[in-house]
């Protein structure tokens, strides 16, 4: 009878084969950690935030061109309305190529100097389609091309707000070079010291959810510098100067809100509630500047305009732009509230006191309704008055914070826009001649004609 026993021979081959394997398993499972550490680090862009992103970028395209081109068009008078869209368009083509060459370097570059982005990131160095963004919520990534694209809206839109100051009589040679300059030394620093997680302003714990210092008080302040800079419209104060086309006007004006959803609700960076609020805070401070626009007009002049609705509705966008995401709505609608009576008073009777041709009244509005946001983010954001700060959120402290960041951003953009219109001057000149300001920019500078009788 044979001896072989078939379950005594299947023991000491699993024996065997499990002393063999020991080794492997082991290092499987010391190395198992590290793997699992390493999925964990790198987190992989959800697809719903990426088509959310992409789409806030084109809606702040859709702000420069054509909102704003049609917004400043309809206020310029006729003969000059073809340049004002020329001057945003090419500000908008120039600024796209600075951003990518060496603009979202100097301001995200990953410097960590607190007013530099370094160079590390010129001509988009090391950016590939998987390499990605933070976002606010840890673990949460866009893909970094779309974040640039973003980011790229914001610094072609910014520069463009300025000409509105200055329009009717500037070299259309200056305000390219001058854009080219002010976006190097002014706008680049202040969205690094702001916005990057090293700079300046950000490190203070300064809160500007979109822009209020950044976009508007910026351009506000270079705004008026260049008005007083560039000087008056020839017949200032003597000829009629009112808006051509208040039907266009408002047409960009609409074209802006409906953009401004991309402005406020896209710097979430991701589609999760945060984004929705900042909607919501959109809606509702516009249309509560608007209101406030109209009555304080009513009191005032007897006739609630068109242009104030207007003016309103960007006030109340600007207002609420660096506050979006950390007000409630009631806070919202309560900055809108205070916005257009603060901005009407600065456009109707302090421009008239000191006697500076703002054509678009860019700094009225703009420098003054960031302001007006920026420092009112600090008191809103209160949990106890409907915002997202924490229990231990101080007003006193952030108010102080806020008022340190606008001072601090008025000053850079104050002395350096000064120092750079006057380089400009000296290099090409800011102002057209008086000869070619009479016939108007559009035949002028550019040889066409907005509209042909």
């Known amino acids: 009878m044979s001896s072989f026993k078939p379950s005594h021979t ?11 394997l020991a080794p492997v398993v082991a290092f499987a499972q010391e190395t198992a950690p590290a793997a699992t550490e390493a999925v964990a680090a790198a987190p992989v862009p959800d697809k719903a935030d990426t088509v959310f992103m992409f789409l806030s970028t084109l809606l702040v395209f859709f702000m420069l061109i054509p909102g704003l081109a049609l917004f400043y068009g309809g206020l310029v008078r006729a003969k000059n309305m073809l340049s004002v869209l020329m001057q945003c368009t090419v500000i908008g083509a120039m600024m796209m190529i600075i951003w990518v060459v060496y603009g979202y370097s100097f301001a995200f570059g990953g410097s960590t100097s607190a007013y530099f982005g370094g160079f590390a990131k010129m001509f988009l160095s090391g950016v590939t389609v998987d390499s990605t963004a933070a976002t606010f919520s840890d673990g949460v990534v866009i893909p970094e091309y ?26 259309f040679s200056a305000v390219l070079l001058f854009t ?74 609409a074209m802006l809100w409906f953009g401004w959803f991309g402005f406020n609700a896209g710097s979430n960076l991701e589609a999760s509630g945060g984004a929705v609020l900042a909607t919501v805070n959109t809606f509702v401070a516009t249309a509560a500047a608007i209101l406030a626009w109209s009555l304080v007009e009513t009191f005032t002049r007897g006739k609630a305009s068109l242009l104030g609705a207007a003016s309103g509705m960007i006030a109340g966008l600007v207002a609420v732009t660096p506050a ?38 860019v700094f009225g509005v703009h420098g003054i309704g960031g302001l007006i946001g920026a420092l009112g983010t600090g008191i809103f954001t209160a949990p106890s008055l409907g915002g997202t700060g924490g229990a231990d959120f101080s007003i006193a402290s952030q108010f102080m914070t806020q008022l340190t960041a ?48």
Request: hydrophobic share 55%; charged share 10%; with cysteine.
């Open 324 to 361: 979006a995401g950390s007000v409630g709505p009631f806070g919202a609608i309560v900055l809108g509230l205070i916005v257009s009576p603060v901005c009407y008073f600065f456009v109707a009777v302090v421009k008239n006191k000191f006697g500076y041709d703002d054509t678009a009244d």
């Open 146 to 171: 779309i974040f640039i694209l973003f980011q790229m809206t914001f610094a072609a839109l910014t520069p463009a707000l300025i000409i509105g100051a200055f329009a009717e009589r500037i070299k």
């Open 180 to 253: 080219a300059l002010w976006a190097t030394f002014v706008y680049f620093p202040i969205a690094h010291m702001v916005w990057d997680a090293n700079g300046l302003i950000f490190g203070m714990g300064a809160l500007d959810f979109a822009g209020g210092t950044v976009v508007h008080i910026n351009a506000g302040v270079a705004g008026l510098i260049g008005a007083i800079m560039v000087g008056k419209r020839t017949g200032f104060g003597k000829d009629m100067m009112a808006p051509h086309s208040m039907t266009l006007t408002l047409v960009g004006a």
């Open 10 to 20: 299947l023991a000491r081959v699993a024996a065997a084969t499990t002393a063999m």
């Open 406 to 453: 606008v001072v601090i951003t008025i000053a850079w953009c104050g002395i350096v826009s000064a120092i750079l219109y006057k380089v400009v001057d000296m290099i090409v000149g800011l102002r057209v001649t008086v000869e070619a300001e009479r016939e108007g920019l559009d035949l002028s500078s550019h040889g066409e004609a907005a509209y042909h009788s």
